[in-house]
């Protein structure tokens, strides 16, 4: 990950100015928030897919660098909207501004940022990137409404849990690829590559962070372990665990679900369970699938130092602990 | 009223028609949602000044009906997210969705309704239109914050207060009849008229609706008398009062205002206060000079039944009771 850091220094050198400029607005309250939970310490993940796609794909200009801004602000503004609907304490190690400021900020900057994004591409005017991220905006909000829908529903199918983690996470990463492709006026191969490829990626990156909410520790990843099954997600480690699990264990998963407090001796039961009947693998499994299907659709891009970036942070997925 | 209904009745059965094609989701609770909350009744206010700005400004197309279908989208996703920053429990005479369904669809639903407002601008493609709408959504978050910070805030000056409409109220009006101007290609200065108009045409329906909060029957409102002292909104009635009242008056306001629970009793005593410093009638005689300047801004243009409508609504913004 340092080689790509190094290989688009100065990129994100940019990325944080910009990030820092364009959000220009008279209530200097929504700056203090924005910048709350901006400066937390977020991976930059979706911005980082932009820079390199654009550059892969040839880009010699400077505005990827806004539209990966913008990214980024479109991602906040879902953290925020989120962690209301999740009622979530804390984010990143943080505590979330909802737990600070309540609600009402949390539900309206993020609104704020929303609007901004869209005023800044309107601005840039590339009628190609409107289209695609507003698509992948409505994508999202569809994707977080299913997830609600499908809250503590101990029968949730594999298939609609790769709907939702598709529309709710994939389809920013995939966006963010198009974008790149876009800018660099890629023909239509190219770009459906590019596409495709976020898109994997963005499925792999939310099985690795379901696989981590099962085993990984607060420290690390700045949240505490536990907090899906909590929340009534049933993601791909329970799914698949629930397929061969007996009735017992069913009714138990099904009870700490409609739980409105889970226990730590709960949360191992669960873990146990899961364990026997090997969800991990099998989501870690689909992980290292899903990347290798992501890397393949670059054969079509010469070699390259871009092109061997997104493939290390393709490879990095499966490895990263946060 | 009538005669605009009977003007532009076409228009109008095929906004209807509009608002439900537009809404295409493969979820079909967003859809539930979405029909729960726009069949309940609005007054189409918004759209209506699509659709007769842009006949005014010699629009022939049938474009304006998605834009002004769109309008109403996105005043529909501030309604459901105010609601739940106001933690409201009625609109339009019938139970809020955060009531019903809780506050996560709401959030969510408002998101979706941002954002396929955005993807169907996207769609037509209209560059300056889009442009429009983005400034008018991002300065509409910012009104909406800065009230919050101003909630329960009893020095809230008479400026703030404006400016505070301005953004939450009147930019989206401005929007609105600028959408019918660039539909119709309108030269600059018809265009800054119909903005201007719009403008201050929404200043004068959020002053005409502080009014009524005070005065008006649940029954015709739809809505409690006396929600915004509740909810802690300063209003141009009390700021005014304010101005003149005496200490002993303002420490009451301000003891009712950071209560959690107004009873009936405070607010008839505020009420009263209002009474003694002509607060309703300064109010009504600004909303008036509002509709006024709002109606001069229309000389530019000619004769026509659209803008006789204009001034219709503008002069019926005055008298009405709901």
Redesign the interface.
Known sequence: MESISKLIEEDLKHLEMSIQKLIT???S??KEIVNYIIKSGGKRARPILVILSARLSGYQGDLHIPYAAIIEFIHTATLL?DD??DNAKTRRGNSTVNTVWG???S??????L???S??L???N?N?EI??TI??A??A???G???E??KTSDIETSEEEYFEVIGNKTAVLFSAACEIGALLGNSDNEKRSALKAFGYDLGIAFQLKDDVLDYVSYDAILGKHVGTDLKEGKVTLPLIHALQSAKENEIAFAKKVLDKPNMTAKDFERVRTIIGKYRGMEYTSDMTARYINEAIQYLNVFEASPYKDALITLANHMLKREM
């Open positions: 607005t008279k209530v309250f929504i909207h209301v609907v609600n009402e900020p539900v309206l900057v993020g609104d704020f929303y609007s901004k869209f005023e591409i309107a601005e005017g009628h409107m289209k507003s698509k905006t409505t999202l909000s569809e977080e409404i299913l609600l829908l």
